[in-house]
Structure formats: C-alpha cells, structure tokens
C-alpha cells in the first residue's frame, strides 16, 4: 500500500514494509521486522508527454527526512522496538544514521505529527530549506496533517493484523525488502 501527499516541492509518501536484513548493523536485530516507514521526498511535476489532457508525470524524488514505524515480527504487535528515525540523509536516496527515541517508540503516529507540523524545521534540518514554496508547503501540510496520520495509524493497524507487511510468498528468504518505500 502506497499513500502520497504531494504539494509543491516535497511529499509525504508513506508505504508498509517487511524486511529480513542479512547484515543488520545492530547486534539483535538479525529477525525480520515489519511495520510503516513514512518519507519526506522532493516532488516535481514533469513536462506533459502528450496533449493537454495527456497524465501528468511526476517524479518523487530525493530523501529529505524518514520515519521507521518498526517492529520485529516475532515480538508482540504494538511494541515499536525497531522503530526509529533518519534526521538527516547522506545524499540522494541514502538516509542518514538511525536514531532511536523512546518518545517516538511510546507514541509514534503522534510522534511523527510533531515532527511533520514543523516541516520548514525538517527541510532546514536536511539542508533543503529557504525557497519560499517552503511555507507554502508546510501550510498546506499541516492543513492535512490529521489525513497523514489516520493514513499512518490505518498502516500499522493493518501491519499488526497481519494483512500488511508480509513477507513474499516465495517463503524464508535471507534477504527482503518487501514494500514501495
């Protein structure tokens, strides 16, 4: 499942996930885990293709800032104990290091709210900030944020009743990443 929230420059895309990671870079984390993973990206209407009336192309572009709604799949639903964040992204589509919150972790989908309520904070944060569509975009997030968030919760609801963010149906597989995002 894929949601997206397009406005002029950046988008709140927002998907659920399964991952098996062969390699995880924190000792204890080797189970798969599965959940919602929400991104702040750069949005950009593309030249039409056709005539007038021709679909519009759109490219959702670079990272600006993630949040991992995480949790191991054989650990009880609701305990968020992979859940993190990326502040800040290392270029392009690579995120920066994970940071773990306990208050993110205790309340994500408010959490998350919080940070996407200062989306100029965030854009500053990841050295994308200061074109003026900056405001404009952030207003007209914070207008829809209750939609992001019902959005989000509806995800790990579903995740946590097992019909989303399953593994393939190819079985036990040493490497996945099922999911849009």
Request: charged share 25%; glycine share 10%; net charge negative.
């Amino acid at each position: 499942m894929l949601y997206v929230f397009g406005f002029q420059r950046t988008a709140v895309v927002l998907s659920d996930l399964y991952f098996v990671d062969p390699d995880p870079e924190i000792k204890g984390q080797e189970s798969p885990e599965h959940g919602a993973r929400l991104e702040v990206r750069a949005i950009t209407p593309g030249a039409l293709q056709g005539s007038i009336y021709s679909a519009q192309p759109i490219e959702i572009g670079d990272l600006i800032w993630r949040a991992d709604l995480l949790e191991s799949v054989d650990g009880p639903p609701g305990s968020f104990d992979r859940t993190h964040h990326h502040p800040g992204v290392s270029r392009g589509l690579e995120p920066g290091k994970r940071v773990f919150d306990r208050k993110l972790s205790a309340a994500p989908v408010e959490w998350v709210g919080n940070q996407l309520a200062d989306l100029e904070a965030l854009l500053d944060q990841a050295g994308v900030g200061g074109d003026p569509a900056d405001a404009a975009d952030a207003q007209s997030l914070r207008d829809v944020l209750p939609e992001v968030l019902e959005a989000l919760a509806r995800l790990l609801d579903r995740v946590q009743a097992g019909e989303l963010g399953r593994p393939p149906a190819e079985g036990r597989l040493a490497s996945v990443r099922a999911g849009w995002l």
